[in-house]
């Protein structure tokens, strides 16, 4: 019979409101209670025209309806009775609560903030020196909405240390402890939601946004905390600007009309607006009606949700509208609460109940509390059922009562105590206080903040107001859904917003202007390498390693030297097999015929030494090629020169010897030869090698060569040879072999050979002449070929050396030998008294001819 009967006023209550009725809702704003709880609500929004003509301190009418902050007051509601039928939490005692409206206004905020503050049962406040002992009518405050408000009302409960508990304030300068002690709330700062917000453009690539915001506090600090937050994460603000508030006396219509050029710049196809719901609707207004631009707005919470906003004709041109909201806990009860009470508000039998019971000293002073709300209807609140934006409300409401619980030391028994609570006792058990709500475990943090998570909301147009669909969540990290996203372009194209396109790989970006998104993008070069896409130069590879143009890594080096398998080494080794075939050939040849003339010319055993010499040369260069070593490079030197000394002292001797014969008088000439032969001759040869014996051995001590690495002198690799420490040691080395192969070259430069015997004089000529022409070009060529190639011309140098040598001095003897033995006599090589034959000596001058 109760179901049927409530269903059946549920209908007849419904059917009523339908008819337009007056209700009885703003009578339900109130209930007395054991601890009473203060309410500050915009359910409604003064005139303009009567914020602009106040000019006495008189009561504002606030006229316009606002659904939302009925739900939030309805939701106080719920939150409260709920706490009164609970068993644990206050058992045996009840809360009370006392809801005004705000309109939005400080001016208005402010009677019902000091009706909070009088004494308890009456309407002053007195002043006194401490107020410690003081009792207010109320125990703590829930609200404002506002960032503004809670500006001014913060200031004025923090000084009686009143709880005071925002379910929308996100202000970041309202976590002052020092200036706002005793102010809590439920939301986030707005750090968390811009944080959120730069976040989100990071993630789909927008580094070239236009930042608005409201002229008030709530909007200039938001601006400047996400400047900071989006210059840390490399997003450039193209324009900065703020979007005034409508005032009378203002001219706001102008300011708006200066930011419409910077919004509707092509390039910036995204717009944060951190503003308040009324500055959103001005700017809103008056854009739709002069050509906005669609564009991507990132919306701040205090108008994501505004019936305001949302309602405005055109809003749907506007574009594509994202935002940040609060995830809380369901309250799957509240629609059905919402719709239960609104009946109950059109029954006139519960509205004669009331009576005049409820009203109390406050209407007398304030008002009615929200005249407008009489006026409602449930399609007017239904648009606002599905949010979870009621949830903030509901936690506040409940932390206040843990702190009253954890304050009256309450049990599942019952309270021990039911004394008078003040209110900066309450406040004392709220800070780093951990209580539930739906569920739904939250803390007060030092600051009075709580940890909350946001959802993503996308405005999706299916009727004259958007709904709110999810498309992501944030909970210290952006969770995006792409896939359910919906843009405003042409085949749902995701927009783009950068100032510069995206640089490739390889290539760094060169900054134009003052905007860091701004670039040109330019390649790294050889040697260097892009680490980040966000690097502003081209970071160099280490010592070790290389990389080619537009790199984005390094390879590390390999390492380089003179190797056994290279074309050059390939040829120089035929080249080496070549001369130490030659050398052993000749040597042969001279050992087969030691006891001719032509060797006896030759000098006999030393022209056998000679040979050997120029052997070791041969060998010498083996040490060229190959890793280069510690060994190896100390040892390339002195083995190489001390045989090339061996043989060219050889051919100082016989230089000398010619010399001698030819122009010095014969009694000098007999003296001087026996010098220049036999043991005296070994001893000079042996004196030479000692001499630069002592050189090679004052080089290796003094500027021993090393093993080095270079790094730089390859593109790719890294160069490992033997570094020579001083140029000039080095030469000093090839002194003494210079200076003998000059000696032989002046004994022999202008002899004139004696008719009818061979001119040995012009093959010393010839040999020496080759070991100037060899190293003569040898210098040039080691100071400008590539360090990795001074090797290769060492090994050259030295064979093509001893090839001249055996050219000009060894291989026309061999030819000698060989094909015109006839000529090998002591008068033609070492001369006599006797002539030779005619027939000889016709024969004689013809061979002298070719040979010449």
Same mark, same amino acid.
């Given at each position: 019979?109760?179901?049927?009967?409530?269903?059946?006023?549920?209908? %007849?209550?419904?059917?009523?409101?339908?008819?337009?009725? *007056?209700?009885?809702?703003?009578?339900?704003?109130?209930m007395?209670?054991?601890y009473?709880?203060?309410?500050?609500?915009?359910?409604g929004? +003064? /005139?303009?025209?009567?914020?602009?003509?106040?000019?006495?301190?008189t009561s504002?009418?606030?006229?316009?309806?606002?659904?939302?902050?009925?739900?939030? +007051?309805?939701t106080?509601?719920?939150?409260?009775?709920?706490?009164? !039928?609970?068993?644990?939490?206050?058992?045996?005692?009840?809360?009370?609560?006392?809801?005004f409206d705000?309109?939005?206004?400080?001016?208005?905020?402010?009677?019902?903030s000091?009706?909070? #503050?009088?004494? &308890? !049962?009456? =309407?002053?406040?007195?002043?006194?020196?401490?107020?410690?002992?003081?009792?207010? @009518?109320v125990?703590?405050?829930?609200?404002?909405?506002?960032?503004?408000?809670?500006?001014?009302?913060?200031?004025?409960?923090?000084?009686f240390?009143?709880?005071?508990?925002?379910?929308?304030?996100?202000?970041d300068?309202?976590?002052?402890?020092?200036?706002?002690?005793?102010?809590?709330?439920?939301?986030?700062?707005?750090?968390?939601?811009?944080?959120?917000?730069?976040?989100?453009?990071?993630?789909?690539?927008?580094? %070239?946004? &236009?930042?608005?915001?409201?002229?008030d506090?709530?909007?200039?600090?938001?601006?400047?905390?996400?400047?900071?937050?989006a210059?840390?994460?490399?997003?450039?603000?193209?324009?900065?600007?703020?979007?005034?508030?409508?005032?009378?006396?203002?001219?706001?219509?102008?300011?708006?009309?200066?930011?419409?050029?910077?919004?509707?710049?092509?390039?910036?196809?995204?717009?944060?607006?951190?503003?308040?719901?009324? &500055?959103?609707?001005?700017?809103f207004?008056?854009?739709?009606?002069?050509r906005?631009?669609?564009k991507?707005?990132?919306?701040s919470?205090?108008?994501l949700?505004?019936?305001?906003?949302?309602?405005?004709?055109?809003?749907?041109?506007?574009?594509?509208?994202?935002?940040?909201?609060?995830?809380?806990?369901?309250?799957?009860?509240?629609?059905?609460?919402?719709?239960? =009470?609104l009946?109950?508000?059109?029954?006139?039998?519960?509205c004669?109940?009331?009576?005049?019971?409820?009203?109390?000293?406050?209407?007398?002073?304030?008002?009615?509390?929200?005249?407008?709300?009489?006026?409602?209807?449930?399609?007017?609140?239904?648009?606002g059922?599905?949010?979870?934006r009621?949830?903030?409300?509901?936690?506040?409401?409940?932390?206040?009562?843990?702190?009253?619980?954890?304050?009256?030391?309450?049990?599942?028994?019952?309270?021990?105590?039911?004394?008078?609570?003040?209110?900066?006792?309450?406040?004392?058990?709220?800070?780093?206080?951990?209580?539930?709500?739906?569920g #739904?475990a939250?803390?007060?943090?030092?600051?009075? !903040?709580?940890?909350a998570?946001?959802? $993503?909301?996308?405005?999706?147009?299916?009727? *004259?107001?958007?709904?709110?669909?999810?498309?992501?969540?944030?909970?210290?990290?952006?969770w995006?859904?792409?896939?359910?996203?919906?843009?405003?372009?042409?085949?749902?194209?995701?927009?783009?917003?950068?100032?510069?396109r995206?640089?490739?790989?390889?290539q760094?970006?060169?900054?134009?202007?003052?905007?860091?998104?701004?670039?040109?993008?330019v390649?790294?070069?050889?040697?260097?390498? @892009?680490?980040?896409?966000?690097?502003p130069?081209?970071?160099?590879?280490?010592?070790?390693?290389w990389?080619?143009?537009?790199?984005?890594?390094?390879?590390?080096?390999?390492?380089?030297?003179?190797?056994?398998g290279e074309?050059?080494?390939?040829?120089?080794?035929?080249?080496?097999?070549?001369?130490?075939?030659?050398?052993?050939?000749?040597?042969?040849?001279?050992?087969?015929?030691?006891?001719?003339?032509?060797?006896?010319?030759?000098?006999?055993?030393?022209a056998?030494?000679?040979?050997?010499?120029? /052997?070791?040369?041969?060998?010498?260069?083996?040490?060229?090629?190959?890793?280069?070593?510690?060994?190896?490079?100390?040892?390339q030197?002195?083995?190489?020169q001390?045989?090339?000394?061996?043989c060219?002292?050889?051919?100082?001797?016989?230089?000398?010897?010619?010399?001698v014969?030819?122009?010095?008088?014969?009694?000098?000439?007999?003296?001087? @030869?026996?010098?220049? @032969? /036999?043991?005296?001759?070994?001893?000079?040869?042996?004196?030479?090698?000692?001499?630069?014996?002592?050189?090679?051995?004052?080089?290796?001590?003094?500027?021993?060569?090393?093993?080095?690495?270079?790094?730089r002198? $390859?593109?790719?690799?890294?160069?490992?040879?033997c570094?020579?420490?001083?140029?000039?040691?080095?030469?000093?080395?090839?002194?003494?072999?210079a200076?003998?192969?000059?000696?032989?070259?002046?004994?022999?430069?202008?002899?004139?050979?004696?008719?009818?015997?061979?001119?040995?004089?012009?093959?010393?000529?010839?040999?020496?002449?080759?070991?100037?022409?060899? %190293?003569?070009?040898?210098?040039?060529?080691?100071?400008?070929?590539?360090? &990795?190639?001074?090797?290769a011309?060492?090994?050259?140098?030295?064979?093509?050396?001893?090839?001249?040598?055996?050219?000009?001095?060894?291989?026309?003897?061999?030819?000698?030998l060989?094909?015109?033995?006839?000529?090998?006599?002591?008068?033609?090589?070492?001369?006599?008294?006797?002539?030779?034959?005619?027939?000889?000596?016709?024969?004689?001058?013809?061979?002298?001819?070719?040979?010449?």
């Amino acid at each position: 019979m109760l179901g049927s009967a409530f269903l059946g006023l549920s209908l %007849w209550a419904l059917l009523h409101l339908r008819t337009g009725a *007056p209700l009885c809702l703003s009578r339900q704003l109130k209930m007395k209670g054991d601890y009473m709880l203060g309410g500050l609500f915009p359910l409604g929004e +003064a /005139g303009e025209a009567a914020l602009h003509s106040r000019t006495r301190p008189t009561s504002l009418v606030c006229t316009r309806f606002s659904w939302n902050g009925l739900l939030w +007051a309805l939701t106080m509601k719920m939150a409260v009775e709920e706490i009164n !039928n609970r068993s644990d939490l206050l058992p045996g005692l009840r809360l009370g609560y006392d809801l005004f409206d705000t309109c939005s206004e400080s001016v208005v905020t402010m009677k019902p903030s000091l009706m909070f #503050l009088a004494k &308890a !049962n009456s =309407h002053d406040i007195a002043a006194y020196c401490n107020y410690t002992q003081y009792q207010p @009518r109320v125990l703590a405050v829930i609200g404002p909405h506002s960032s503004e408000l809670a500006l001014v009302t913060g200031k004025f409960f923090g000084f009686f240390l009143m709880p005071q508990v925002s379910y929308g304030a996100s202000m970041d300068l309202l976590s002052t402890r020092e200036t706002f002690p005793s102010f809590f709330r439920t939301v986030p700062s707005d750090r968390v939601q811009l944080t959120a917000a730069v976040e989100l453009l990071q993630r789909l690539g927008w580094n %070239w946004v &236009a930042a608005l915001g409201s002229d008030d506090e709530y909007g200039r600090q938001g601006l400047s905390i996400f400047s900071g937050l989006a210059a840390a994460r490399g997003i450039c603000i193209a324009h900065e600007g703020l979007v005034p508030l409508p005032r009378a006396d203002s001219p706001w219509a102008g300011k708006v009309q200066e930011l419409l050029p910077q919004v509707n710049q092509s390039g910036v196809q995204v717009v944060l607006l951190f503003a308040s719901a009324r &500055a959103a609707h001005a700017f809103f207004s008056y854009s739709i009606s002069r050509r906005l631009l669609p564009k991507v707005w990132v919306a701040s919470e205090a108008w994501l949700t505004s019936d305001l906003v949302m309602g405005l004709p055109g809003m749907a041109e506007v574009g594509t509208v994202l935002g940040f909201l609060q995830r809380g806990a369901p309250l799957p009860k509240f629609s059905q609460y919402v719709k239960t =009470h609104l009946a109950l508000a059109a029954d006139p039998a519960f509205c004669a109940s009331l009576g005049e019971s409820e009203q109390g000293l406050e209407e007398h002073v304030v008002g009615p509390r929200c005249p407008q709300c009489d006026n409602v209807t449930l399609q007017n609140v239904s648009a606002g059922l599905p949010h979870h934006r009621t949830f903030s409300v509901y936690a506040a409401v409940y932390g206040v009562a843990q702190a009253l619980h954890n304050t009256l030391r309450c049990s599942a028994s019952g309270c021990p105590t039911q004394d008078p609570v003040k209110p900066w006792q309450l406040l004392h058990n709220m800070y780093n206080m951990t209580f539930r709500a739906a569920g #739904l475990a939250l803390r007060f943090d030092g600051s009075g !903040n709580v940890d909350a998570e946001y959802d $993503l909301k996308l405005w999706v147009w299916r009727g *004259p107001v958007p709904e709110l669909h999810n498309v992501g969540v944030f909970n210290g990290s952006l969770w995006p859904e792409r896939l359910k996203m919906r843009w405003h372009t042409p085949g749902n194209q995701e927009p783009v917003s950068q100032c510069s396109r995206q640089c490739q790989e390889g290539q760094v970006r060169r900054v134009k202007g003052f905007h860091s998104c701004c670039y040109d993008c330019v390649d790294c070069e050889a040697g260097s390498y @892009r680490r980040n896409p966000d690097d502003p130069a081209c970071t160099p590879c280490r010592h070790d390693q290389w990389s080619p143009e537009r790199s984005t890594r390094c390879f590390r080096r390999r390492p380089r030297f003179l190797t056994w398998g290279e074309p050059a080494v390939l040829l120089l080794l035929l080249l080496l097999g070549l001369a130490l075939g030659l050398v052993l050939a000749a040597l042969g040849l001279f050992v087969r015929h030691r006891d001719s003339p032509l060797v006896q010319a030759s000098g006999g055993a030393l022209a056998c030494f000679g040979l050997v010499c120029l /052997g070791l040369v041969c060998l010498s260069v083996l040490l060229f090629p190959g890793q280069p070593s510690p060994a190896r490079c100390l040892a390339q030197q002195p083995l190489s020169q001390l045989p090339l000394t061996g043989c060219l002292s050889t051919l100082f001797l016989q230089a000398a010897e010619t010399f001698v014969e030819s122009e010095l008088p014969q009694s000098w000439a007999d003296r001087l @030869r026996g010098c220049l @032969r /036999g043991p005296r001759a070994w001893l000079a040869v042996l004196l030479a090698m000692l001499v630069e014996a002592a050189l090679c051995a004052w080089y290796l001590l003094a500027f021993p060569p090393e093993v080095v690495t270079d790094w730089r002198v $390859l593109p790719t690799e890294a160069l490992v040879h033997c570094r020579t420490r001083s140029w000039v040691s080095f030469g000093l080395v090839h002194a003494t072999n210079a200076i003998l192969a000059f000696l032989c070259f002046l004994g022999t430069f202008l002899v004139q050979s004696q008719p009818g015997r061979y001119n040995r004089a012009r093959g010393l000529t010839f040999a020496t002449l080759a070991y100037f022409i060899t %190293w003569v070009s040898f210098v040039p060529l080691l100071a400008n070929v590539q360090v &990795a190639l001074r090797p290769a011309m060492q090994m050259g140098a030295f064979l093509l050396c001893t090839l001249g040598i055996l050219a000009a001095f060894h291989l026309p003897r061999c030819y000698l030998l060989l094909w015109q033995p006839g000529l090998n006599t002591p008068e033609f090589f070492l001369g006599g008294a006797r002539m030779p034959k005619a027939g000889m000596a016709v024969g004689t001058e013809e061979a002298q001819g070719k040979n010449e």
